[in-house]
């Protein structure tokens, strides 16, 4: 994706290495907080005292149930069994990482992840121009419709589809026997791909004005003058997108992609509600949830779940350093 | 709390009184209800049609102030049930007086001490006459660990004109393999439940122990030791009547995620000819005709016999399920508890229960009632398959082996008699052993 960047940055002023949150237009890069102006220093103190609390607050509820899951995970230890409970050191992890289950559920959970979010980011951004283009007076209703998807709860939406699609009481087998391989007697949630096939059009129903409310923030950052003058020299629509919107956008896109992409990656209620992953469906929280929830091994099953963070925190990874998100670029620099 | 007092005090206007006990129940229902005082007993419910209200405040009202009974909802399948009384009995909590536990979870809760011991009195007084499937569900190591209330059992519905265009003698029970020829021949859908849940665990377990086999051999053993007899003659014999409903698409193209309900729909429509399913189906056709929604000549049509045979004149075993009565071990007043237990399972309320939410009752005495063979003419059949049942493997790994097998054989078509058993088998110890995950 990197590959979008234009060789020239059509925007001088963006700077894709500055320190986060120091927006000063004349500071120069520096690496060292040594160099740092009393400005700089002041303002860095204030985002402290401003976030600081926030911060502590988030790492108490975050940081406690994440270390408590990393020293359970290293027993043996059945809820209903609380005598026998043993250290087994990284036992656990040796069982879930040898056991093809464990890779399978691994795969579904990926193949949701890219497929979703490729398609809501397309969808997203056709939404996003619709929205931005809409005359002013239509402009409202629009984006009420368009959000209307997202404003409603999961387990709500899960069920909708799930009733849908759902052979005895569904309505889409009726609706679309006209396309080939569907007939009365298809049932969806009986094989994996036809399963998987809805959750991810449910998810993707649901998530896609997430992204496109991203991608339109974005949209609004881009000078009117850039597109302007490329309209001037002779661009093209397309050619215009993808010189100048695009690029310019990157931030904003890549943010949307990140986030998407985690939040897809932990998808559980669609999966859960409509099949419990059964045939070939199940994915890496609904894993987790089945070892401690269900079977109440409460050392395997936070062993998974710290397996699934250590994924989530890989993707942020790959995500910041490598397709260089800047978190807080989104904002606007200008 | 100072606003429960309050509303009390207004109880002596009658008009203020109603305004205030409505606002009672709502702070009952939101769950900010007065401070309990000693006598309060939380009865954790599953869902019906009301009817363990209905119980609970009858019981509060005989006892005469001695007790006072409140219900409290849990989840509406049985594996959630289990899973949120599981996680407060193991957090001790108190409030946990009543509890209307399924039967194969039981001995997950007994074995680590959960539930508090039953009173041997209670014990003699409240098993009398009490169907024999129930009472060994209600047991763990032989001895009783909670109270019998309401058995479910699963009995064959049919519908005279197919059986009757198919030749079948149903006065006489039936084999499995003369049901599937007879549907094979009349083109009609067998009701049975295919989907990856509980119901598929009910239908494995049913054939197995019809054909004189066991899921588990040795329920009492620990986790690393547990013995499974799935690969055996009943085993192979369990899977090949799966996979040939499966296979032959005798259960209708929705059989992968059919449950009870779905194989009720089914049996009602125009593809409907036998059924296993449990006594839930004759009120639930006759509210749908009262309603209009199904044709009345239905009603005519359906009949019932006991539970289809796997080998021919040998006793079938029919699924057993139900609800027994458990007291927390951590309960404020588990002496009260049981004394709420006696009059909640006492032989007028089981007959009401059924009457009014269709749950037939444990207790064989009940069914003399008269008015339960009005409203259920099949009471008979119910109490017969009742005393024929088999409980579901009685294992404090239940759930292991329980969702192992609903992994492994569902969905029917992809059932194989040579190897499924043994897959099956193999699957599920090594996840009791803790090689695998589940």
């Not at chain 1, 121009?129 to 709500?156: C, N, W």
Request: aromatic letters at 8%; glycine letters at 8%; hydrophobic letters at 45%.
């Amino acid at each position: 994706m990197t590959s979008a960047i234009p060789a020239k940055p059509a925007n001088p002023t963006r700077n894709p290495d500055r320190e986060p949150g120091v927006q000063t237009r004349d500071t120069p890069k520096k690496k060292s907080t040594k160099h740092y102006s009393d400005r700089v220093r002041a303002e860095r103190k204030l985002g402290w005292i401003l976030a600081g609390p926030a911060f502590v607050v988030m790492l108490l509820v975050t940081a406690y149930p994440i270390l408590q899951a990393t020293y359970e995970s290293l027993f043996q230890f059945r809820l209903t069994a609380p005598d026998e409970r043993e250290f087994i050191g990284l036992g656990n992890y040796a069982v879930i990482l040898t056991d093809p289950v464990w890779w399978s559920d691994l795969w579904t959970t990926v193949l949701i992840t890219v497929i979703t979010v490729a398609v809501e980011l397309v969808l997203g951004f056709a939404l996003a121009l619709v929205m931005h283009k809409a005359i002013k007076s239509f402009r409202g209703i629009l984006r009420t419709a368009i959000l209307v998807p997202y404003g409603i709860i999961t387990v709500v939406s899960a069920f909708a589809w799930f009733y849908a699609f759902d052979i005895n009481s569904g309505y889409v087998n009726n609706w679309f026997s006209w396309l080939p391989g569907i007939d009365e007697d298809l049932n969806w949630f009986a094989q994996t791909g036809t399963a998987l096939f809805v959750i991810m059009a449910s998810e993707i129903w649901k998530t896609t004005p997430f992204i496109s409310l991203l991608l339109l923030a974005g949209l609004a950052q881009v000078p009117d003058e850039l597109s302007e003058a490329a309209k001037v020299d002779g661009a093209t629509w397309w050619e215009q997108m993808r010189k100048v919107i695009i690029p310019n956008m990157k931030a904003a896109i890549m943010v949307a992609v990140l986030f998407r992409a985690l939040d897809a990656f932990r998808i559980f209620d669609n999966v859960f509600i409509m099949t419990n992953g059964a045939y070939g469906t199940e994915v890496l929280s609904l894993l987790a949830y089945r070892q401690s929830i269900s079977r109440l091994e409460i050392g395997l099953g936070s062993a998974v779940s710290v397996l699934l963070f250590l994924c989530v925190l890989i993707i942020c990874f790959i995500a910041i350093k490598l397709f260089k998100v800047d978190l807080a670029g989104s904002q606007g620099g200008k | 709390m100072p606003i429960s007092r309050t509303e009390r005090k207004t109880r002596r206007r009658p008009r203020a009184a109603g305004i205030g006990s409505v606002l009672v129940g709502i702070l009952l229902v939101s769950g900010c209800g007065p401070a309990e005082s000693d006598n309060t007993l939380t009865w954790y419910i599953n869902p019906d049609d009301g009817g363990q209200a209905a119980i609970a405040e009858r019981c509060t009202q005989e006892s005469g102030g001695a007790y006072s009974i409140e219900t409290s909802l849990l989840p509406s399948d049985a594996a959630s049930q289990r899973e949120q009384l599981a996680r407060r009995l193991a957090a001790g909590d108190s409030s946990l007086d009543i509890m209307s536990l399924d039967p194969p979870f039981i001995p997950e809760l007994a074995e680590p001490g959960f539930l508090a011991p039953v009173p041997d009195d209670v014990a003699e007084r409240t098993t009398e006459n009490v169907v024999e499937g129930a009472l060994a569900g209600a047991t763990w190591k032989d001895e009783l660990v909670t109270v019998p209330f309401w058995a479910n059992t699963q009995i064959l519905w049919y519908r005279e004109s197919v059986a009757e265009a198919a030749g079948l003698d149903m006065t006489q029970p039936v084999t499995w393999d003369q049901i599937i020829e007879a549907a094979a021949s009349q083109e009609k859908t067998l009701g049975v439940q295919g989907a990856q849940a509980e119901s598929m665990t009910v239908w494995i377990n049913a054939l197995i122990e019809s054909a004189g086999g066991s899921i588990v051999t040795d329920p009492e053993a620990t986790a690393d030791e547990i013995e499974l007899g799935l690969v055996s003659e009943a085993g192979t014999e369990a899977a090949r009547i799966i996979s040939t409903i499966g296979e032959e698409g005798l259960g209708g193209p929705g059989l992968a995620t059919q449950d009870e309900n779905n194989s009720m729909i089914g049996f009602q429509g125009d593809s409907g000819s036998f059924m296993v399913n449990y006594p839930f189906v004759w009120p639930a056709t006759n509210a749908a005709v009262d309603a209009g929604t199904l044709d009345a000549a239905l009603i005519d049509d359906i009949g019932w016999a006991i539970f289809p045979q796997v080998t021919e004149g040998e006793e079938s075993a029919p699924p057993l399920g139900g609800i027994d009565l458990g007291v927390g071990a951590e309960s404020d007043n588990p002496a009260l508890a049981y004394e709420a237990i006696e009059c909640i399972v006492s032989v007028e309320n089981q007959a009401e229960y059924f009457i009014t939410n269709g749950n037939p009752p444990s207790n064989t005495e009940a069914y003399e009632d008269p008015r339960i063979e009005e409203t259920f003419p099949m009471a008979e059949t119910i109490r017969e398959s009742l005393e024929q049942s088999a409980p579901r493997p009685q294992t404090p790994f239940y759930n292991e082996v329980s969702t192992g097998l609903q992994q492994t054989w569902a969905p029917p078509a992809s059932v194989d008699p040579e190897t499924t058993p043994e897959t099956s088998s193999e699957f599920i110890t090594a996840v009791l052993r803790g090689e695998q995950l589940l």
